[in-house]
């Protein structure tokens, strides 16, 4: 499972298409051409024209592909008037895209994720019709990225902190991490069946299992600590200084009592206590200290 996550978290938008239609992405799809569209593209001759390099376009003919999405067309042969044909839409239009792309793991969530309960539905990133010649999975911009950012401007502005993710680099994109059809975890985070975050698809040395391990998703994750977009500490931790950062959970009690999860029992006011990892190096889990000295 955790090896099919890891190879899953690569995949571009583009690969995934490529996987759910059976072709290489950016290949037309075959046996079809603009004649295999009539009696439509009589009228919609652009729509038409750039069809056959459409995904869509492997469902078959006009009857099969266009009818698929707006109705039966011989109404509207016989009175060409925008009230006698569907034109899918929102909320409708998203549970007509659902109706075969709800078959795919991917889209398992779609219908209740984040971007649903938000009233954003599939026409809002993707071009049904087409796209731009560079752009996969039929986004309307590429690359995908500045879909996000068109929405998501905070957590745009983050990637331009000192300590941060780099996109573009290495493949990374937000749809490494998230599945903008909805994903299992907060957020529309992919995760693993056993509720793995994807930061662990490139730092697989986090991963364990470890036999005394520090975090395990019950108590924590990765985003207990760190800052997922970007930060203006080292590491990308949540707080400047590493003990704040441990007090989050680590405190000290009153005098007389200890601490818990689990007691910290050091005197803090002391600045030789005051870096953690000093000692506690294995912060991410030990195979031999439970105190995670090593």
Known sequence: MRTWHRLFSALSVSALVALGTGQAAGQPAKGHDVAAFAPCSDCHDTVAAHFPNNPHARLGDSKAVCESCHGDTAKHLANPDASTIAVPKGAAGAKICLGCHQKSPEFD???????????????????????????PALLRTTPSTQLCESCHPAQKNLFAKPYAHHLARGGMECVSCHNPHGGRGEHNLKTTSAGELPCLSCHTEKQGPFVFSHVSGFEG???????PHGSNNPKMLIRARVDQVCLECHTTLPAGTLGA????????????????????????GSNSSPMLLK
């Open 261 to 284: 999860q689990p007691p910290s029992f050091h005197d803090l006011r002391s600045a030789r206590y005051q870096n953690c990892t000093v000692c506690h190096v294995a912060v991410h």
């Open 221 to 227: 994750n990765c985003l207990t600590c760190h800052e």
């Open 109 to 135: 969530r779609a219908g209740h994720g984040f971007h649903a309960a938000a009233a954003v539905n599939c026409t809002d990133c993707h071009s049904v019709h087409g796209s731009p010649a560079t752009a």
